[in-house]
């Protein structure tokens, strides 16, 4: 959620707060009830929609920078070893098909990163059993291929929880404007109540109030609260 449906958040469970503690208060007013049902109801979804807008997305991200993270150190270690058995061995053509430094492979796209990887696991294969000497073996080879396709597959599952998240802050949206909607009605049924109960009418003032957080916080001082 942005900083105003943060905030707006706040305020509806503020408001509904305040009515369930006046119940009985409302319970005579036609269609309040159902109002409220719908309130919570429109609560709950949205503390829904911002579990996965959020959490889905951090550990995805958090997976895929691991993996990436692997993934280069390996495919650093193999180029390296090859290069140097490619110098060792005066193999001129294999020096250019692995001459790649540390700081280009780093640089390398994600998408790219995995077909580098691929092909240098694939032209490693014929000199596995000669880079031993440059610490690395036919085991470091197939963590190389694992750790590639396992990154390979977080970039893919990623992109999926990316959509949801999309999906989920448009949700986010609609259930606003419902939410607007929905005070708007309350607001219109709790009047004849508010103008004979003068306390009341105060204390749902206080709670339908959105309090900028976010705007408070950053500029230190309280900001002037406003309606929606």
Known sequence: ??????????MLKSVYAFLKANEALIAGI??????????????????ELAVQQSSETDSATALKQQLEEQTIA??????????????ATDDVVLQSKV????????????????????YVVDLVE????????YSV??????SLAERCNSFDESLRGKRSIQEKTISATQSIAHCMMDATALLTRM???LKPLSRQNPSFEQEYAVARKTIHVSASRKNGTASEPSQA
């Open 74 to 87: 390996l495919l650093i270690q193999v180029v390296e070893a090859l290069m140097a058995h490619a110098v």
């Open 30 to 47: 036609p269609g309040m009830a159902a109002l409220l049902a719908s309130l919570e109801s429109l609560i709950q979804q949205l503390n």
């Open 187 to 189: 607001d219109k049924l």
């Open 99 to 118: 001459d790649l430094t540390e700081s280009a492979i780093k640089r390398l796209r994600a998408n790219n990163l995995v077909v580098k990887c691929r």
């Open 1 to 10: 959620m942005n900083r105003y449906e943060l905030n707006k958040f706040e």
């Open 126 to 133: 014929p000199y596995a059993s000669k880079l031993e000497a």
């Open 137 to 142: 073996n036919a085991a470091v080879i197939t």
